[in-house]
Protein backbone atom coordinates (compact mmCIF):
# COMPACT_ATOMS: atom_id res chain seq x y z
CA UNK A 1 0.00 0.00 0.00
CA UNK A 2 0.97 3.71 -0.98
CA UNK A 3 1.66 5.84 1.75
CA UNK A 4 -0.22 8.69 0.18
CA UNK A 5 -3.13 8.04 -2.21
CA UNK A 6 -4.80 10.02 -4.79
CA UNK A 7 -7.53 9.56 -6.96
CA UNK A 8 -5.88 10.04 -10.51
CA UNK A 9 -9.29 10.51 -12.02
CA UNK A 10 -9.77 12.04 -15.11
CA UNK A 11 -12.26 15.06 -13.62
CA UNK A 12 -13.83 16.92 -16.12
CA UNK A 13 -15.69 19.77 -14.76
CA UNK A 14 -17.78 22.49 -16.73
CA UNK A 15 -16.23 26.09 -16.04
CA UNK A 16 -17.26 27.92 -12.83
CA UNK A 17 -17.53 24.91 -11.01
CA UNK A 18 -16.09 24.15 -7.28
CA UNK A 19 -13.39 21.36 -7.67
CA UNK A 20 -13.01 19.01 -5.33
CA UNK A 21 -9.32 17.13 -4.89
CA UNK A 22 -8.36 14.64 -2.17
CA UNK A 23 -5.37 12.98 -0.90
CA UNK A 24 -5.27 10.11 1.97
CA UNK A 25 -2.38 9.00 3.74
CA UNK A 26 -1.46 6.42 6.33
CA UNK A 27 1.96 7.58 7.80
CA UNK A 28 0.42 9.75 11.16
CA UNK A 29 4.57 11.40 10.94
CA UNK A 30 3.70 13.33 8.22
CA UNK A 31 3.14 17.19 9.22
CA UNK A 32 3.63 19.12 6.30
CA UNK A 33 0.80 19.26 3.29
CA UNK A 34 1.70 20.80 -0.19
CA UNK A 35 -0.77 20.89 -3.04
CA UNK A 36 1.28 21.10 -6.71
CA UNK A 37 -0.25 22.15 -10.18
CA UNK A 38 1.76 20.62 -13.13
CA UNK A 39 0.97 21.45 -16.48
CA UNK A 40 1.73 19.29 -19.38
CA UNK A 41 5.55 19.37 -20.06
CA UNK A 42 6.24 21.67 -16.97
CA UNK A 43 7.74 21.24 -13.17
CA UNK A 44 5.44 21.38 -10.32
CA UNK A 45 4.23 24.51 -9.28
CA UNK A 46 3.69 25.15 -5.53
CA UNK A 47 0.00 25.89 -4.54
CA UNK A 48 -0.51 25.42 -1.16
CA UNK A 49 1.72 25.19 2.16
CA UNK A 50 -0.01 23.80 4.94
CA UNK A 51 1.11 22.52 8.79
CA UNK A 52 -1.62 22.58 11.15
CA UNK A 53 -5.22 20.77 10.88
CA UNK A 54 -7.80 23.50 9.66
CA UNK A 55 -8.20 25.36 6.37
CA UNK A 56 -6.23 27.76 4.21
CA UNK A 57 -7.36 29.80 1.64
CA UNK A 58 -5.53 31.83 -1.38
CA UNK A 59 -7.74 33.44 -3.65
CA UNK A 60 -9.64 30.93 -5.26
CA UNK A 61 -7.73 27.89 -3.93
CA UNK A 62 -8.58 26.24 -0.35
CA UNK A 63 -6.74 23.57 1.59
CA UNK A 64 -8.39 21.57 4.26
CA UNK A 65 -5.80 19.21 6.18
CA UNK A 66 -7.78 16.96 8.78
CA UNK A 67 -4.87 14.66 10.54
CA UNK A 68 -7.13 13.06 12.75
CA UNK A 69 -8.33 11.15 9.46
CA UNK A 70 -5.37 11.33 7.46
CA UNK A 71 -7.07 13.24 4.57
CA UNK A 72 -6.28 16.69 2.95
CA UNK A 73 -8.46 18.10 0.23
CA UNK A 74 -7.90 20.75 -2.34
CA UNK A 75 -11.01 23.07 -3.17
CA UNK A 76 -11.01 25.30 -6.02
CA UNK A 77 -13.72 27.52 -6.45
CA UNK A 78 -14.89 29.73 -9.89
CA UNK A 79 -12.66 26.86 -11.87
CA UNK A 80 -11.29 28.64 -14.96
CA UNK A 81 -10.29 26.38 -18.09
CA UNK A 82 -6.44 27.50 -17.29
CA UNK A 83 -6.74 25.78 -13.96
CA UNK A 84 -6.81 22.21 -16.39
CA UNK A 85 -3.90 20.18 -15.00
CA UNK A 86 -2.73 17.82 -13.12
CA UNK A 87 -2.53 18.30 -9.12
CA UNK A 88 -0.65 16.65 -7.01
CA UNK A 89 -0.89 16.89 -2.73
CA UNK A 90 2.56 15.94 -1.66
CA UNK A 91 3.75 15.68 2.11
CA UNK A 92 6.80 15.16 4.41
CA UNK A 93 7.52 14.34 8.28
CA UNK A 94 8.70 17.08 10.43
CA UNK A 95 12.42 16.80 10.17
CA UNK A 96 13.21 15.31 7.04
CA UNK A 97 13.09 17.45 3.99
CA UNK A 98 12.20 14.65 1.32
CA UNK A 99 8.30 15.24 -0.65
CA UNK A 100 5.85 11.76 -0.44
CA UNK A 101 3.63 12.64 -3.86
CA UNK A 102 0.42 11.41 -4.23
CA UNK A 103 -0.18 9.82 -7.36
CA UNK A 104 -1.77 12.97 -8.98
CA UNK A 105 -5.25 13.95 -10.54
CA UNK A 106 -5.59 15.05 -13.77
CA UNK A 107 -8.13 17.84 -14.38
CA UNK A 108 -9.89 19.08 -17.09
CA UNK A 109 -12.25 22.54 -16.85
CA UNK A 110 -14.10 22.49 -19.80
CA UNK A 111 -15.02 26.12 -21.30
CA UNK B 1 13.03 36.56 -8.67
CA UNK B 2 14.48 33.80 -12.01
CA UNK B 3 12.99 30.59 -11.10
CA UNK B 4 14.81 27.17 -10.89
CA UNK B 5 16.84 26.75 -14.29
CA UNK B 6 17.85 23.09 -15.12
CA UNK B 7 20.16 22.29 -18.29
CA UNK B 8 19.86 20.80 -20.74
CA UNK B 9 15.52 20.35 -21.19
CA UNK B 10 15.92 17.04 -22.96
CA UNK B 11 18.61 14.46 -23.69
CA UNK B 12 18.85 11.44 -25.66
CA UNK B 13 21.39 8.80 -24.46
CA UNK B 14 22.07 4.78 -24.87
CA UNK B 15 22.27 1.77 -21.74
CA UNK B 16 25.56 2.09 -20.58
CA UNK B 17 26.48 5.79 -20.96
CA UNK B 18 26.63 8.28 -18.75
CA UNK B 19 24.90 11.85 -18.25
CA UNK B 20 25.06 14.97 -15.88
CA UNK B 21 22.48 16.74 -14.69
CA UNK B 22 22.39 20.35 -13.86
CA UNK B 23 20.56 22.72 -11.79
CA UNK B 24 20.60 26.35 -10.63
CA UNK B 25 18.43 27.16 -7.42
CA UNK B 26 16.39 30.53 -7.23
CA UNK B 27 18.91 32.92 -6.01
CA UNK B 28 19.79 32.90 -2.16
CA UNK B 29 18.14 28.98 -1.79
CA UNK B 30 20.38 26.96 -0.51
CA UNK B 31 19.05 23.26 -0.19
CA UNK B 32 18.18 21.47 -3.45
CA UNK B 33 16.39 18.18 -3.78
CA UNK B 34 16.19 16.17 -7.51
CA UNK B 35 12.96 13.77 -7.72
CA UNK B 36 12.80 11.36 -10.84
CA UNK B 37 9.47 11.83 -12.24
CA UNK B 38 7.62 8.55 -14.34
CA UNK B 39 4.50 7.41 -15.49
CA UNK B 40 4.83 4.55 -13.55
CA UNK B 41 5.78 5.63 -10.57
CA UNK B 42 4.95 9.00 -9.95
CA UNK B 43 7.33 11.58 -8.55
CA UNK B 44 10.52 9.88 -6.38
CA UNK B 45 12.64 11.65 -4.11
CA UNK B 46 16.41 11.33 -5.17
CA UNK B 47 18.36 13.10 -2.89
CA UNK B 48 18.59 16.54 -0.90
CA UNK B 49 21.87 19.03 -0.74
CA UNK B 50 22.19 21.91 1.81
CA UNK B 51 25.35 24.01 2.17
CA UNK B 52 27.14 21.42 -0.35
CA UNK B 53 26.13 18.14 2.22
CA UNK B 54 23.82 15.63 1.24
CA UNK B 55 21.38 15.83 3.90
CA UNK B 56 18.60 12.78 3.03
CA UNK B 57 18.75 10.13 0.01
CA UNK B 58 15.89 8.44 -1.51
CA UNK B 59 15.56 4.50 -2.26
CA UNK B 60 17.82 4.52 -5.52
CA UNK B 61 21.33 2.33 -6.84
CA UNK B 62 24.45 3.77 -6.48
CA UNK B 63 24.62 4.43 -9.87
CA UNK B 64 22.76 7.75 -8.95
CA UNK B 65 24.62 10.82 -7.63
CA UNK B 66 24.86 14.05 -6.96
CA UNK B 67 26.91 16.77 -5.40
CA UNK B 68 26.41 20.62 -4.71
CA UNK B 69 28.90 23.76 -5.33
CA UNK B 70 29.44 26.60 -3.32
CA UNK B 71 27.28 28.83 -5.08
CA UNK B 72 24.19 26.47 -4.36
CA UNK B 73 24.31 24.66 -8.00
CA UNK B 74 24.05 20.88 -8.37
CA UNK B 75 24.31 18.30 -10.67
CA UNK B 76 23.05 14.85 -10.43
CA UNK B 77 25.09 12.11 -12.48
CA UNK B 78 23.96 8.29 -13.53
CA UNK B 79 26.27 6.02 -14.51
CA UNK B 80 25.34 2.84 -16.50
CA UNK B 81 22.20 4.17 -17.54
CA UNK B 82 19.27 1.39 -17.98
CA UNK B 83 15.92 1.81 -20.07
CA UNK B 84 13.84 2.44 -16.69
CA UNK B 85 16.25 5.42 -15.74
CA UNK B 86 13.99 7.44 -18.71
CA UNK B 87 11.94 10.04 -16.76
CA UNK B 88 11.56 13.39 -15.89
CA UNK B 89 14.29 14.61 -13.35
CA UNK B 90 12.88 17.76 -11.55
CA UNK B 91 15.34 19.66 -9.30
CA UNK B 92 13.22 21.94 -6.36
CA UNK B 93 14.96 24.75 -4.78
CA UNK B 94 13.85 25.96 -1.20
CA UNK B 95 15.57 28.12 1.09
CA UNK B 96 15.75 26.03 4.43
CA UNK B 97 14.15 22.69 2.86
CA UNK B 98 10.96 23.50 3.81
CA UNK B 99 8.77 25.15 0.56
CA UNK B 100 9.83 23.88 -2.70
CA UNK B 101 9.98 25.24 -5.73
CA UNK B 102 10.50 23.04 -9.19
CA UNK B 103 12.37 23.62 -12.29
CA UNK B 104 10.93 22.43 -15.33
CA UNK B 105 12.86 19.29 -15.51
CA UNK B 106 15.24 17.48 -17.99
CA UNK B 107 13.81 14.86 -19.79
CA UNK B 108 15.85 11.76 -20.32
CA UNK B 109 15.22 8.75 -22.51
CA UNK B 110 17.59 5.85 -22.73
CA UNK B 111 17.50 4.16 -25.86
Known amino acids: QKEVEQDPGPLSVPEGAIVSLNCTYS??????FMWYRQYSRKGPELLMY????GNKEDGRFTAQVDKSSKYISLFIRDSQPSDSATYLCAMRRGSARQLTFGSGTQLTVLP | KAGVTQTPRYLIKTRGQQVTLSCSPISGHRSVSWYQQTPGQGLQFLFE???????NKGNFPGRFSGRQFSNSRSEMNVSTLELGDSALYLCASSPDGNEQFFGPGTRLTVL
Open chain 1, 50 to 53: TYSS
Open chain 2, 49 to 55: YFSETQR
Open chain 1, 27 to 32: NSAFQY
